[in-house]
């Protein structure tokens, strides 16, 4: 790592005391992992009150490509801003104004185009009352990400108006964009000026969202014109299922109407006179009840995306996002602990390791554990433990012992087979002769993935999942077995390799707990899974199976039927058994088919591990 962001990064820690990393991986903020979940319920607005501590993040990483060609003091002044953004904003407010508008019946994300501008301006103002000389950094970096910004709608240029506004700079808009920025100045400077967050979102809602809002209706508009365009001018591959209907109720207007999308199949509704709009618009509203109510629901879904990708220009980079039902937006928070890589875990134990007591290091050679880790480790298992020894037994007897013994039928050799004498000589095939033969015995390689995300925190899901993983791992290691353990939450993390000796990753299992947190990707964390069991398998000539454990929908990633289409489609090469518990049980149900296993009560799950690998042995190691 250079020494220039090394002391960068000292500068930063220096101003706002908290710990500041250089990463050449992306942005991240970690918060303390056992404060997450009353976090996320603060976030959400389900608490009003928690410990000071809990909304501050520990740290932040800060990702150098992107100033690899630029100067110290724009770095500086883009870390300042990440920092001032997380430490200040109010975030049961995102929540709260989404809600709002929702009931009001508009997109949610709508509340959020105008919000995150001017949380965006708010952070950049509080550094400037503490390093006025970062002004000048400050407006060159915003003045760049608003000029890589084109804006279609009135709503969107309205709140990048407010930006320029901040700039001191004219906003290249129309007259009618500057009238309503003009109404709203006196509001935007008293919100970002204003510290009482109660106070702020008063403003918001009551002065500048009833402007704001005009734009927003006439912005939904101009999408139900546009979506008739985009049909038009041809479908898109992901939107086929929008298509059909769309053609339809194109084909239902008038032909002069007709004759006015195709004239501007290569532009936008923006573009087309008001005039002609208004007719149009008057045309859809004509039209069947269910035509309007389809229009409307992809008008909904379009804005909703049109919105995330303005916003997103103007959100935190250190946090993650996710679409919720309905299109409400919300923040995925990660514990400061699941930022650390496997390399940085293993230093961080080599660390440890020097500073253990004697009894520690005794522990830890027998057990891979310290003596406190392996106290909790023990009252984990006690419950599965009795039943380690009698899987272990049952298992044992499905797998052939390697002995030898005279068999088969074959044109040549030196014993006889009497049992095919009487069917081989009449037809005078030959095969008569029996040959020394070892039974091969066939190895199974088993690719553990366990679900880690917020929603395993619900009813000792997890502790139970820890119990079932323990189990699993203790009658493997004892059957000789390979397997590797891979955690997952939108992001996959290894605790154990193939190779690896079990002991060492006993303490990672046991860490688990203080990991929680985070959304779900089973697509992802599949994907990786079986590439790391496809690479392990064709270098030991064994046959694999993955095996995932999951407690909820996925929200990230592929869902739905993409996700179900490749899981089918990963299927033709590996065995692949999904286990869902709870509210899953559907789930693992649609997803995985035949291969997947639902536990309605959690105490059941070491059971349902057990029963997939007994029947994945009878099938794959029978002796042909």
Do not use: C
Not at 22 to 40: I, N, Q, R, T
Not at 540 to 553: M, P, V
């Amino acid at each position: 790592m250079k020494e220039r962001w090394k002391i960068i990064a000292s500068l930063i820690e220096d101003e706002y005391d908290v710990e500041v990393q250089p990463s050449y991986e992306g942005w991240g903020a970690g918060y303390d992992p056992k404060f997450l979940p009353v976090l996320e319920m603060w976030a959400r607005g389900e608490v009003e009150d928690i410990p000071p501590g809990a909304k501050t993040p520990r740290g932040v990483v800060f990702n150098i490509v992107e100033f690899l060609r630029r100067t110290d003091d724009y770095a500086i002044n883009s870390i300042r801003h990440e920092i001032s953004y997380l430490f200040t904003t109010h975030f049961p407010s995102w929540r709260l104004g989404q809600r709002e508008v929702f009931r009001a019946g508009y997109v949610p994300t709508s509340f959020l185009t105008l919000y995150a501008v001017l949380e965006n301006i708010k952070s950049k103002e509080r550094i400037l009352e503490e390093v006025p000389s970062a002004v000048f950094g400050l407006k060159g970096i915003t003045r760049e990400l608003v000029e890589g910004i084109n804006p279609i709608y009135p709503h969107h240029q309205l709140a990048l108006s407010l930006v320029y506004r901040w700039l001191g700079e004219e906003a290249p808009f129309s007259q009618d964009i500057k009238h309503y920025t003009d109404s709203m100045e006196k509001s935007f400077y008293e919100y970002i000026r204003e510290r009482d967050y109660q106070t702020t979102y008063d403003i918001v809602m009551e002065d500048l969202w009833s402007k704001f809002r005009v734009l927003v209706d006439e912005a939904r508009d101009l999408n139900y014109i546009d979506l008739l365009i985009d049909e038009a001018r041809g479908k898109k591959r992901e939107d086929g299922h929008r298509g059909r209907i769309m053609t339809d109720i194109l084909r239902k207007l008038p032909e002069k109407q007709q004759s006015l999308i195709l004239e501007y199949r290569e532009k936008s509704s923006v573009d087309m006179p008001e005039v002609e709009r208004k007719e149009l618009l008057k045309v859809l509203n004509s039209m069947q009840d269910w035509m309007k109510d389809y229009v409307k629901q992809m008008s909904y879904l379009d804005l909703l995306e049109k919105d995330i990708a303005f916003l997103q220009n103007f959100l935190p980079k250190t946090l993650e996002v996710d679409i919720e039902h309905r299109g409400f937006l919300s923040f995925i928070f990660k514990g400061w602990d699941e930022e650390s890589s496997a390399s940085s875990s293993m230093k961080l134990q080599e660390t440890q390791d020097e500073e253990l007591s004697e009894m520690d290091r005794k522990y830890r050679k027998e057990h891979g554990l310290t003596e406190e880790e392996f106290r909790r480790y023990q009252l984990l298992i006690k419950s599965v433990l009795p039943y380690v020894e009698h899987f272990k037994r049952k298992f044992d007897n499905l797998m052939p012992e390697e002995e030898e013994h005279w068999g088969g039928s074959y044109m040549s050799g030196k014993r006889l087979n009497f049992k095919k004498l009487p069917t081989e000589v009449p037809i005078r095939r030959g095969r008569i002769y029996t040959r020394r033969e070892i039974p091969e015995r066939k190895e199974l390689a088993f690719e553990l993935l366990i679900d880690i995300s917020t929603s395993m925190k619900k009813e000792e899901k997890f502790v139970n999942a820890i119990r079932s993983l323990l189990l699993v791992s203790e009658v493997l290691n004892r059957l000789g077995m390979p397997f590797s353990i891979k955690v997952f939450n939108e992001n996959v993390y290894e605790l154990k390799d193939f190779e690896e000796d079990y002991r060492v990753a006993k303490a990672r299992i046991m860490e688990l707990v203080s990991s929680v947190g985070g959304g779900t990707d089973l697509g992802k964390a599949i994907s990786i899974g079986l590439e790391s069991l496809e690479l392990y398998i064709k270098s030991t000539h064994r046959k694999g199976i993955l095996i995932l454990f999951t407690d909820g929908e996925p929200t990230r990633g592929l869902r739905g039927e993409d996700l179900k289409s490749f899981i089918l489609q990963m299927k033709q090469k590996f065995p692949i058994v999904g286990v869902g518990v709870g509210e899953a049980t559907k789930l693992v149900k649609e997803y995985f088919d035949r291969t997947g296993i639902s536990v309605e009560d959690i105490s059941k799950l070491p059971s349902a591990f057990s029963f997939v690998i007994e029947n994945q042995l009878r099938r794959l190691l029978s002796v042909n």
